[in-house]
């Protein structure tokens, strides 16, 4: 996981691709986390795909990190 905090928009959503550069790690990685509850995404209706808000990514990274 990258060491310095996230450069996300708050408001923003970001991909699992996108969301997993932004903190430095795999998206399998990426999806590990999810799947253990400890970072939570909202789903896209339309596509069925997990994204991640900029808020979520700062808060995540806090836990870990900050």
Sequence with gaps: MTPTPPMVAKNSYYSAMEAARI???HKNTLGNY???HLITPTVDKLTGRYLYS???LQRFWNSRIG
């Design 23 to 25: 903190l430095g790690v």
């Design 34 to 36: 999810r799947k253990q």
């Design 54 to 56: 900029g808020n979520e």
